[in-house]
């Protein structure tokens, strides 16, 4: 049979080795559903469902049986979203027409044909690959998650307190703000209202360590940060500005963890970043921290939340101001330098994510 359709190879652009300059992740795309992501904060979760949207697919969170329990925000019945039911700890009631479902997503009664009617064994929710509770946050793998989260022993350490920002909703893409996480060398020219030291902007070139899952990269930066609150700063025996080891490590998809080392006091902070990719438009970060250098001071663990917001507005300042949203993953596609490194890992790690799944 002849096509009608007009010869497209004499106009076609000639093939060549070179990705194409459109490989990039966003918030839709589909291959980052094999991930953790945080969907809201643990203490925001009780007995009745609440509603989560994670890479633009909904999703109920909430307690079963004292178990952390999700579900897609639909029932089987007619459609209705399950978040508009109630729960009462052992079983979630549809808003609609009142079935009834327990932890595992079976339906166990449909009041409009009395209690001792047989259920239809497809009345049952459909679950994400993965829910759990870790680090204050609850987290959904939409499908099976290439990688654990990361290990944020701190957060569990009695000699460390733990305090969180709350959640973040912004319009710069998820992965655009993970990479940030991930960077250093905007930190004496985006930071300067807070820990940043303008001038210190030359780092060394620091190797990018890949753990055995294939999925986990790491690196050390040695920074200079102003430290406000190291109290031999005020008496004089310290410089404000001071030595940092920064060790920052990426998860897929969006999640981040950083650990500052402070060589002159011996203190260190935790900082676990999630960037929940909500839809095509919106982003929520979750931020949690560990630190002991305050021991357990309740005001300077609140004014450290006032300060980590201000941080994230610097970060925000700049993210928010792109006009696309998806972060490039064909790495000839932007100037990258040897600072640069644990950013180009993230690219490749995340471009593996949609091009196969096995690691390397
Ligand atoms: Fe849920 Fe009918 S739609 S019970
Ligand atoms: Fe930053």
Same mark, same amino acid.
């Given at each position: ?90 079983? #979630? ?218 941080? #994230? ?28 490194? #644990? ?18």
């Amino acid at each position: 049979m002849t096509s009608t359709l007009p010869d497209a190879t004499a106009t076609a652009p000639a093939a060549t080795s070179t990705p194409s300059v459109t490989s990039a992740v966003d918030n839709t795309t589909p291959a980052l559903r094999r991930a953790w992501y945080a969907v809201a904060l643990a203490a925001d979760v009780g007995t009745d469902p609440v509603p989560v949207t994670v890479l633009g697919e909904h999703w109920i969170v909430m307690r079963l049986d004292g178990q952390i329990a999700a579900f897609a925000d639909q029932c089987p019945h007619r459609l209705a979203p399950l978040s508009i039911g109630t729960g009462d700890g052992a079983r #979630l009631r549809c808003g609609y027409h009142g079935w009834e479902f327990d932890g595992t997503g079976a339906c166990t009664r449909i009041p409009a044909l009395g209690d001792a009617a047989a259920i239809p064994p497809k009345a049952q929710l459909r679950q994400p690959a993965g829910v759990q509770e870790r680090y204050g946050l609850v987290w959904i793998a939409p499908d099976e998650p290439l990688a654990d989260l990361p290990d944020f022993w701190e957060w569990d350490d009695a000699a460390f307190d733990t305090c969180w920002n709350s959640p973040r909703p912004t319009t710069a893409g998820a992965g655009q703000l993970c990479d940030n996480f991930l960077d250093a060398a905007h930190i004496p020219v985006v930071h300067t209202g807070t820990f940043g030291v303008p001038g210190s902007d030359e780092l060394p070139a620091e190797p990018v360590d890949h753990a055995d899952d294939g999925w986990t990269a790491s690196t050390t930066y040695r920074v200079t940060y102003k430290n406000h609150d190291d109290p031999l700063v005020a008496t004089g025996e310290h410089p404000l500005e001071q030595p940092q080891d920064l060790y920052k490590e990426v998860r897929p998809a969006t999640t981040a963890f950083i650990r500052l080392g402070f060589p002159l006091t011996g203190k260190v902070i935790a900082i676990l970043f999630s960037c929940l990719p909500v839809d095509a438009e919106r982003t929520v970060v979750f931020k949690m921290m560990a630190r002991n250098d305050f021991d357990g001071d309740a005001e300077r663990l609140a004014a450290s939340i006032v300060f980590e917001d201000q941080v #994230l507005d610097e970060d925000l300042a700049v993210l928010e101001a792109y006009r696309s949203k998806a972060l490039p993953t064909n790495t000839t596609v932007e100037v990258s330098t040897r600072v640069d490194r #644990l950013s180009v890992a993230y690219r490749r790690l995340l471009h593996r994510m949609v091009t196969d799944t096995a690691p390397d």
